[in-house]
């Protein structure tokens, strides 16, 4: 069966100090991958989406990027945080192709700023 | 643009007593509709899934979900609601994108003994 591992769960982190979240599926190959922020009462954010090693899209222009270096392997990164990125990050994954397929997600990160 | 409405920002139900949670999509081709539930500080987890077929489905924790294309609805009931369902419900659309799910804004559901 397909697992889906997102760590750390927990951050503390310095506004301007670098950010690396890591993400891996397990049981399934060329999986689409997702990054989500879900803010107190603003619902799920699509933050990045990959189809395939290298291949990255972004949703909305921020102070983070994305890589997926492995097959199974989704990283959110940032040079310098902010304040504004306090919030939950959530990796999800899905079978490739078709819209019929449902994501599936990790446990989160809740991410604090200080 | 495609949207999920979800008009019920938060519900309370007593336990025992039935519930619905609304859920209305605005993509006027064949929707791909999904239900999941997210309890405080966890993933969100799939409840179940309509594609075509039969317009009622069932799905995990005695949950199920009825399609109605003339509604552009698809809401998700439960006859007795337990405690151990307090938690925010997501209704999400494929339909329209290969790739991405258009997701509601959340119900929050809370569960008085």
């Known amino acids: 069966s397909q697992t889906i591992h997102q760590w750390p769960a927990t951050l503390v982190q310095p506004v301007g100090s670098p950010l690396s979240l890591e993400c891996t599926v397990e049981?399934?190959?060329?999986?689409?991958l997702y990054w989500y922020r879900q803010a107190a009462g603003r619902g799920l954010q699509l933050l990045f989406y990959?189809?395939?090693?290298?291949?990255i899209s972004s949703e909305v222009p921020q102070n983070l990027s994305a890589s997926r270096p492995q097959d199974r392997q989704f990283i959110l990164s940032s040079k310098k945080l902010l304040l504004s990125d306090s919030g939950f990050y959530l990796c999800?994954?899905?079978?490739?192709?078709?819209?019929?397929?449902?994501?599936?997600f990790g446990d989160g990160t809740r991410l604090s700023i200080l | 643009a495609q949207s999920v409405t979800q008009p019920d920002i938060h519900i309370t139900v007593s336990e025992g007593a039935s519930l619905e949670l609304r859920c209305n999509y605005s993509y006027g081709a064949t929707p791909y509709l999904f239900w999941y539930v997210q309890s405080p500080g966890q993933g969100l987890q799939l409840l179940l899934k309509y594609f075509s077929g039969d317009t009622l489905v069932q799905g995990i924790k005695g949950f199920e979900a009825e399609f109605k294309r003339s509604q552009s609805s698809f809401n998700l009931r439960k006859p007795s609601v337990h405690w151990s369902d307090a938690a925010e419900y997501f209704c999400a659309d494929g339909g329209g994108s290969n790739y991405k799910l258009t997701f509601g804004k959340g119900t929050l559901l809370t569960v008085n003994p």
């Open positions: 049981g399934t190959s060329n999986p689409n």
């Open positions: 999800a994954w899905s079978a490739e192709s078709s819209s019929n397929q449902p994501q599936h």
């Open positions: 990959s189809v395939g090693i290298g291949q």
